[in-house]
């Protein structure tokens, strides 16, 4: 899953955002940034690999290790996730919600930059999006979609979402055994190629969606960062998936103009606004944000919905309160648009969830000059990683805070910089209202019909590409709402251990 920082906020940065160590004055040099791996061979190497494999638990040691503003490695390195466009800096990593501050509240000092990806018309094309502009350029593309993600546009979806999601739970048995990562990967990919694109994703082979999802999947791999572009490659299988994106992208756009685009999807709006202003959106513009709404509108609410109905399944007496709340307020039937955000219970959960296994967990910002962060000075050209995800597990804002506790929420408020799962800012998630209501909706609608039961001795580990999930799917049986709340939750292995106190 807007608005500006006000001139209060960014007047208070530099005060609130200071390290110790900035605020008596004194700052560091950053070849004394602490890191790992001084002078050893192909430490830079090591270190990436080490990265790409398991982002979380990488960003774990080094915290554990060297603390809140940590380098990838001492000696130099370059940047691990996008192009610079200024030579000589390093990457850092920045992890304390001061930091995360400075950064997201200074736009002029940290903008945002491309990913690594193939030297292509269609990755030029694809990356002309809101995710990686900058400036007043920014602005107006932000000031461009609201609309589209406004209350009566969100009102226009919620039929979509119902319809889809009812679909599936009824296609659901007693006693089946689910991969509930990829029902959920399929029913939000449903939802969002009808409420973004206008097209209905199941009546089509290889669809827009899908192929953005597996496109995703490989710009982010390790592998499409080797550039052999020979036949069997990733780098080639990229380049490929990309021009069939565009060129699908481009059969879309020009079917929807020709039929006059009069609907309440996305991508109608879209060609409506450039019909009247064509200043609005390049050729370019318009076939990245059309890309990028697939990021707003599937993989994090896809992600999410996985990680709320685990935890719920791992946690039997906040199911059993959750379940209570729904039935006494909707007897079984959907929330309507008005009684969404008027369940506390829920809310509480949706907030807890997306604290513990927040779904976008790292992003990555250049230093456009020389600057300063938690007390060390930051060449310009650096990339500067931050995470959200570890400031949701940082003892000095949440007590217990690998502690699934939606009841946390009856006596905590926490600042803007220390709860931060759909950003904040100008770079807030365009689609996080329609992300929003879409995790409450659903999870509603699934813990009204179905109880989920985790599946013993299962191995749930975690992948990272934009987002994290379940790397090898999350097996779950599909049980009658008989209130055997106890039985869902089972004995689990993993690296999810490390990231959520499960218990014994």
Known sequence: MTEQPSSSDDAATAAVSASPMEASGLVLPSSQVPGPCRGALLAWQRQALAFFRNPVAHMMELRRRYGDTVRLVQGGNRPLLFRPSVPGGATFFAFGSESARAILTQTDVFETRRPPGPKSRAYDRLTTNMFFINGERHKQQRRLFMPAFHRDSLKAYYGDMVHFTHRMLEAWQPGQRIDLDHEMHRVTLNISSRALYGIDATARENSLAQQMSEMIFTLFSPASMVPINLPGTP???????????????????????????????????????RQQDPSSLSDDEMIGQAFTMFFAGHDTA??????????LSQHPEVMAALSTELQRELSGQPPTYQQIYGLPVLDRVIKESLRVLTPAVFFAREATRDTTL?????????????????????????????TFDPDRWLSIKPGKYEYLPFGVGSRTCIGSSFGGMQLRLMVAMIVQRWRLEGVADSRIDVKTNVVIGPKDGLPMIVRPLDGRFEESRKPLRGFIREMVDLGP
């Not at 896809?302 to 935890?311: D, I, P, V």
């Not at 007390?375 to 217990?400: K, L, N, Q, T």
Request: zero cysteines; aromatic letters at 10%; glycine letters at 8%.
């Open 374 to 402: 938690g007390g060390y000075e930051i060449p310009a050209g650096s990339e500067v990683i931050y995470s959200p995800y570890m400031i949701h597990i940082d003892e000095a804002y949440f007590d217990r805070p690998k």
């Open 235 to 273: 780098y080639r299988r990229l380049v490929r998936q990309m021009e069939r994106i565009v060129g699908q992208l481009e059969r879309e756009i020009a079917e929807k103009e020709s039929a006059g685009a009069s609907g309440d999807d996305v991508l109608s709006m879209m060609i409506r606004a």
């Open 302 to 311: 896809s992600k999410a919905l996985t990680w709320t109905l685990f935890l």
